[in-house]
């Protein structure tokens, strides 16, 4: 069983949309990455936050923002979009002191943009 | 920059074979770590096995062992005595010490045949 639970699994937006996505941790993992990946490629590092602020980023235009909350829950969110935001959005996360330097994975989201 | 090139878009194998993945990297740091990951139709990023960088000696995780050849910058994935279960994506990935953004291959489909 997966420790990190993302919703929804789909979701179609029309161009110019906002959306938001939804990510729920293990608890006590307070540090958690974004990724987009496309259709036939790896996944891309988006950003990541840490105790509900971010400190690294991807080269991702500002309309990519993320929010984390205490509960170990956060969201990636993502205005005007475009066709090319089309793609899985996975959450990953793991506990920052954790010595297993492999993140924890969700199923994603798979995002359409029509 | 760092890049992981993973030369093998896609490969089959018979159950009970062992097949081996292929994977380069390019950095010029010299602390940090590598991983493959598996994404079976689930969807989600399995972790398969995690090598770091300044140990010599490869990793093993049962089935799964890699040959890491650091001054080649080389990381190639045997996995023995495959498994129908083994069908999936799998992805080569590379993360600094001092950062926790992973990058990925565009990874290997991997089809086990009965």
């Known amino acids: 069983e997966t420790g990190v639970t993302q919703s929804p699994t789909h979701l179609i937006k029309t161009r110019g949309q906002q959306v938001t996505l939804r990510c729920s941790s293990q608890?006590?993992?307070?540090?958690v990455s974004w990724y987009q990946q496309a259709l036939g490629q790896g996944p891309q590092f988006i950003f990541q936050?840490?105790?509900?602020?971010?400190?690294g980023r991807g080269n991702f235009p500002p309309r990519f923002s993320g929010l984390q909350f205490p509960n170990y829950s956060s969201e990636l969110n993502v205005n005007a979009l475009e066709l090319d935001d089309s793609a899985l959005y996975l959450c990953?996360?793991?506990?920052?002191?954790?010595?297993?330097?492999?993140?924890?994975f969700g199923s994603g989201t798979r995002l359409t943009v029509v | 920059a760092q890049t992981v090139t993973q030369s093998q878009p896609e490969m089959s194998v018979q159950e009970a074979e062992t097949v081996t993945l292929s994977c380069t990297y390019d950095?010029?740091?010299?602390?940090?770590?590598l991983f493959w990951y598996k994404q079976p139709p689930s969807r989600q990023m399995i972790l398969v096995i995690r090598?770091?960088?300044?140990?010599?000696q490869n990793a093993t995780e049962n089935r799964f062992s890699v040959n890491f050849q650091k001054a080649a910058k080389s990381f190639s994935l045997k996995i023995s005595d495959s498994q129908l279960g083994d069908t999936a994506m799998y992805f080569c990935?590379?993360?600094?010490?001092?950062?926790?953004?992973?990058?990925f291959g565009k990874g290997t489909r991997l089809h086990i045949l009965p």
């Open positions: 090598q770091e960088a300044y140990k010599q």
């Open positions: 990935a590379f993360r600094m010490n001092r950062d926790d953004k992973i990058i």
């Open positions: 936050y840490y105790r509900e602020e971010e400190n």
């Open positions: 608890s006590g993992h307070n540090t």
């Open positions: 990953a996360s793991r506990a920052r002191d954790s010595l297993n330097y492999g993140y924890t």
């Open positions: 950095t010029s740091e010299n602390n940090y770590y």
